[in-house]
């Protein structure tokens, strides 16, 4: 089974509007983590938001925002007041266990593309 | 901040040539990986360390080595570069959290992306 699903290839929103990207896990470990990345044309991997098993509160950056939603298993993203530079790939990941020496699981990722 | 280096963006190489992928992290991390990233697989992991000449197969190492000398470096190794090896590598690191928080989140390198002919 995968551990993480990212079911949208693709995504097409507005500037300046809000967009949702989904992701779903799968552990059975108590404690864990998920994380998002960005990925521009560049190549480079950015880090965006973490979000821990145990964390009583929704993750939030600046205009990114993650809902949690543990009995769903579900982390989604959600990227506010969409800019053209958000124009990337997005993607999911979780560390399954406890901190500290784990490696992340990362999803197929999704394709944002914020229009004009 | 965070600095993650790859020795190259683009490399282009032919079959059986022995290439290396060099990454450098100026963080004093512990952990450090090397993944390939191909369309529609998403990243997967080839090798990882969690100390000075310390290494641990990820999900796909065949084909591959790495080399940990110093805590700062960890090399790649195409030992006999094939076609099938043609992808984008990723070289991450993260703090392994011994003696302060740490939840392992992992900071990448810009990537070299490999061509064998």
């Known amino acids: 089974a995968q551990k993480i699903t990212q079911t949208q290839p693709g995504m097409f929103v507005q500037e300046k509007e809000a967009v949702t990207l989904d992701c779903t896990y799968d552990?059975?470990?108590?404690?864990?983590?998920l994380f998002w990345y960005k990925q521009p044309s560049s190549g480079e991997m950015i880090f965006l938001i973490y979000?821990?098993?145990?964390?009583?509160q929704n993750a939030t950056e600046g205009r990114y925002s993650l809902n949690f939603q543990k009995a769903r298993k579900s982390a989604n993203l959600v990227i506010s007041a969409s800019q053209l530079g958000d124009s990337a790939m997005y993607f999911c990941?979780?560390?399954?266990?406890?901190?500290?020496?784990?490696?992340?699981?990362f999803g197929t990722g999704t394709r944002l593309l914020v229009s004009p | 901040d965070v600095k993650v280096t790859q020795s190259s963006r683009y490399l282009v190489k032919r079959t059986g040539e022995k290439v290396f992928l060099e990454c450098v992290q100026d963080m004093d991390h512990e952990n450090m990986f090397w993944y390939r990233q191909d369309p529609g697989l998403g990243l997967r992991l080839i090798y990882f360390s969690y100390d000075v000449k310390m290494k641990e197969k990820g999900d796909i190492p065949e084909g591959y080595s790495v080399s940990r000398e110093k805590k700062e470096r960890f090399s790649l190794i195409l030992e006999s570069a094939s076609t099938n090896q043609t992808s984008m590598y990723l070289c991450?690191?993260?703090?392994?959290?011994?003696?302060?928080?740490?939840?392992?989140?992992?900071?990448f390198g810009p990537g070299t992306r490999l061509t064998v002919l």
């Open positions: 991450a690191s993260s703090l392994n959290g011994r003696g302060q928080p740490s939840t392992d989140t992992q900071y």
């Open positions: 552990t059975s470990d108590p404690s864990y983590g």
């Open positions: 979000q821990g098993s145990y964390d009583q």
């Open positions: 990941a979780m560390r399954e266990g406890p901190s500290g020496f784990q490696k992340l699981v």
